[in-house]
């Protein structure tokens, strides 16, 4: 299943960025391991949003737990169960195997 991390941040970006060479390594760690599919900040830069894929929140809920920013306490999360009906032509069918092409 699919899953939105919806990162909100708690404090100035100042004090995001002493812990962003931490939070990169973490990323680079989930997307190896074929976790993480996408991630970026958002726009303003209040937050941030990952796409994962896992098999259950309580797998995103430890992958979370362990991210630079939440043991920080610089950002908050949301984390979103996220199940496509539909995907464009360019998004591989194994990607979400219950979404058709409209």
Do not use: C
């Not at 991390?5 to 404090?11: D, G, N, T």
């Not at 896992?54 to 043991?71: H, I, K, L, M, N």
């Amino acid at each position: 299943m699919l899953f939105l991390i919806l990162l909100q941040y708690r404090v100035p970006t100042g004090e995001v960025d002493r812990h962003l060479e931490e939070h990169r390594s973490y990323l680079q760690r989930h997307y190896a391991a074929g976790h993480f599919l996408l991630s970026g900040p958002q726009e303003p830069r209040t937050g941030g949003a990952i796409l994962a894929i896992a098999g259950s929140r309580d797998e995103v809920a430890q992958w979370v737990s362990e991210d630079p920013f939440q043991r920080a306490n610089v950002a908050d999360y949301t984390i979103v169960a996220w199940k496509p009906t539909l995907r464009g032509p360019m998004i591989p069918a194994a990607l979400a195997p219950d979404a058709r092409e409209p």
